[in-house]
């Protein structure tokens, strides 16, 4: 089972928006609305920030925003700010036999 | 407070083995699937395997079938990953996770293991 597929880095400002790719097939992006996107910052633990493609968790900033459309999820950080500086990973259901499937992640880095 | 806290990495030979736990507070453990991720040194996550809350299903990434297993004792609020056969390449942070309505969360601290001679 291959990963999904993400940019291995993206940059932005401070105050701009940023939007990270997760490319996949129609096994499991295209497939299910079970995509969540995960933020990790170096020697932390990830941490959810987006499930079921758009919606938010509790606690996590309105900055933050998901969404697909065929093979392709998206995850957009808008007004972006030095502590989200960070990795980010997305996740998928997938109908093979390995049931879940990560990204191999995306490095962003607010200039 | 939610919490996830996972124990007994450490350093082993290829061909050794290992049992990882994950001991869970502040949340209905026996509500929720549980799942191991990992992440090796300077590498993506990388998904291992899940269990359903009863343990009544179990699924693993292809490359650790028939060497990892993972279960569950929900008495004790406690997930453990046996591992047997370790190779160098599964050198890597393990970090266990909640996994409720198809989301990883919560997810505890993590626990390094390191395959070497």
């Known amino acids: 089972q291959s990963a999904l597929t993400q940019p291995a880095s993206v940059s932005g400002s401070p105050g701009q928006s940023i939007t990270i790719s997760c490319t996949g097939t129609?096994?499991?992006?295209?497939?299910?609305?079970?995509v969540s996107w995960y933020q990790q910052h170096p020697g932390k633990a990830p941490k959810l920030m987006i499930y079921?493609?758009?919606n938010r968790p509790s606690g996590v900033s309105n900055r933050f925003s998901g969404s697909k459309s065929g093979n392709t999820a998206s995850l957009t950080i808008s007004g972006l700010q030095a502590e989200d500086e960070a990795d980010y990973y997305c996740?998928?259901?997938?109908?093979?036999?390995?049931?879940?499937?990560f990204g191999g992640g995306t490095k962003l880095t607010v200039l | 407070e939610v919490q996830l806290v996972e124990s007994g990495g450490g350093l082993v030979q290829p061909g050794g083995s290992l049992r990882l736990s994950c001991a869970a507070s502040?949340?209905?453990?026996?509500?929720?699937?549980m799942t191991w991720v990992r992440q090796a040194p300077g590498k993506g996550l990388e998904w291992v395997a899940n269990?359903?809350?009863?343990?009544?299903?179990?699924y693993y990434v292809e490359s650790v079938k028939g060497r990892f297993t993972i279960s569950r004792d929900n008495a004790k609020n406690s997930l453990y990953l046996q591992m047997n056969s370790l190779r160098a390449e599964d050198t890597a942070v393990y970090y266990c996770a909640g996994h409720s309505a198809w989301r990883f969360d919560p997810w505890g601290q993590g626990t390094l293991v390191t395959v070497s001679s």
């Open positions: 129609s096994s499991d992006v295209g497939a299910y609305n079970y």
């Open positions: 502040g949340f209905t453990f026996s509500s929720y699937w």
């Open positions: 996740t998928s259901y997938t109908s093979s036999s390995t049931p879940w499937v």
């Open positions: 269990i359903k809350e009863d343990g009544s299903e179990k």
């Open positions: 079921d493609v758009s």
